[in-house]
């Protein structure tokens, strides 16, 4: 399904924002960006490190919705706030992947963004790559709802993972 218009999806107005605390997460984030790659998804990419750059969060997630992003991939470690303050500042869905920290492998990341007061949602995957290329299928199933050809696409997506399983056969006891 990838196909060579990688750089032109880039170079088109974005329609998901990946954004993550540092680019220490990229290994994990890359899967994010390597999903919409390959449903040929208008996407940037970028360091947004909420501790760091508050200002920059706070600039990104206000203008989000006029950019014409449609959805945020917000990625981030340990005491994960990035995703929770982007969703303070922004309609636009949230989709939060906690990166696995150093000493409590992402289980401090994940309950840091799932456990979002009543009111302001953040959409949260599980830790790391799974949770990074699932965050990416659900802005394809977002954007999927007013494009018809990219829902055949997530179609298609689906029916290739159905028919390798169902072609898995066991080794013998
Ligand atoms: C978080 O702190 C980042 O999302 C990252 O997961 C973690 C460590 O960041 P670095 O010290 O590697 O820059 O803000």
């Known amino acids: 399904m990838a196909d060579n218009a990688d750089s032109a999806d880039k170079a088109k107005s974005p329609l998901v924002g990946v954004v993550m605390g540092s680019s220490s997460d990229w290994d994990v ?23 760091r750059m508050p200002d920059d969060m ?20 340990g005491a994960a706030h990035l995703p929770g303050m982007l969703a303070a500042k922004t309609i636009v869905p949230v989709l939060g992947v906690p990166v696995p920290s150093k000493y409590l492998r992402g289980e401090d990341s994940l309950l840091s ?8 949602p953040v959409a949260t995957f599980a830790i790391g790559e799974a949770g990074a290329a ?24 689906r029916g290739e993972q159905s028919a390798a399983a169902k072609a898995m056969t066991l080794p013998p006891v």
């Open 58 to 77: 706070f600039a990104y997630a206000a203008g989000a919705r006029a950019r014409g992003l449609r959805a945020i991939i917000a990625g981030a470690g």
């Open 113 to 120: 963004i799932v456990q979002m007061p009543k009111g302001v």
């Open 29 to 51: 984030m890359r899967h994010a960006v390597s999903m919409l790659e390959q449903f040929g998804i208008a996407h940037e990419a970028q360091v947004i490190s909420a501790h």
């Open 134 to 157: 699932n965050a990416a299928l659900t802005a394809v199933a977002i954007l999927a709802g007013t494009d018809a050809a990219l829902a055949d696409k997530l179609e298609a997506f």
